[in-house]
């Protein structure tokens, strides 16, 4: 998979098209990522003893496919892979050849 944490993204289909954010997780094997305040749904919570209940707003994992990563110049790029002269891997647009930064995310475990 080629979009990482932190990536900004496009949304480029479904209800919320043309909406901007930014990637907060990963799923490879889902071949999924879950951007931001995009494709919300509302999951009901039934009162429970002394709780109250509530509708509560939570993001949807959607497809790579309805996301477009955005470059430099706020466009809609994809994504190449370049190795270096020392042997490591780096991600480019392939638009504007630029290397693409990405600072170390940690993520805690649950």
């Known amino acids: 998979m080629k979009l990482k944490i932190g990536d900004k993204v496009l949304v ?7 909406k901007k954010s930014e990637v907060i997780a990963v799923y490879p094997t889902l071949d999924k990522v879950l951007v931001k305040d ?5 999951k009901h919570v039934k009162p429970f003893m002394d709780r109250k209940g509530e509708k509560t707003r939570k993001e949807r994992p959607m497809p790579v496919a309805k996301v477009a990563i955005l470059n430099d110049k706020d466009q809609a790029d994809r994504i190449a892979y370049r190795v270096t002269a020392d042997g490591k891997k780096e991600r480019i647009f392939k638009k504007t050849g630029q290397v693409i930064k990405s600072e170390k995310v940690t993520t805690k475990k649950k």
């Open 12 to 18: 480029t289909a479904g209800k919320d098209k043309g």
């Open 38 to 42: 995009v494709n919300m749904y509302v």
